[in-house]
């Protein structure tokens, strides 16, 4: 069993139907519950449309990326074992482990929101990440600040 994902291993997705965007069919599937596409992709587009009119932008598709870019960690630790000692070393982030922990940060940090439909909670985290605020925006965070204060273990990661 292949450990990692490898190009030959990823699907290809189809893009959405209202913006023809993988990023958005992204999140649709990764915020779907129970295979309940539809009600996934209509929470979406809602989140979406309110986010961008909050922001007082024309392009809902613009204001998610940004706020996917905001969220999206450039480092990550992984734990290592070295000389009978663990260390947490740091490593860069390929491009799609980046979208996936931005995705599901987004997703975990609008589920954690409560008092509120979905839509709403997840609109409310789009526009905090796109102010580089939130929940999700401070999970990136601490994972930065993680792999910062491990740097010194960085030689490990060689070898």
């Known amino acids: ?62 204001v998610f990326e940004k706020a996917l870019k905001n969220v999206s960690p450039n480092f990550e630790v992984k734990s290592r074992r070295v000389g009978g000692a663990n260390y947490q070393i740091p490593f860069p982030v390929a491009g799609h482990r980046q979208h996936h922990y931005a995705f599901s940060w987004l997703v975990q940090s609008a589920r954690a929101r409560s008092g509120m439909p979905y839509s709403r909670r997840l609109a409310l985290e789009i526009i905090d990440a796109h102010n580089e605020a939130g929940a999700a925006f401070k999970k990136k965070e601490d994972t930065h600040k993680m792999a910062e204060a491990n740097r010194a273990f960085a030689h490990f990661a060689r070898g």
């Open 1 to 62: 069993m292949p450990r990692k994902v490898t190009k030959k291993l990823q699907r290809d997705l189809k893009p959405d139907r209202k913006y023809q965007s993988v990023l958005v069919q992204r999140l649709i599937n990764k915020s779907m519950l129970d295979g309940k596409k539809l009600t996934a992709e209509r929470a979406v587009y809602a989140a979406l449309e309110q986010a961008a009119k909050e922001l007082k932008s024309e392009d809902p598709l613009e």
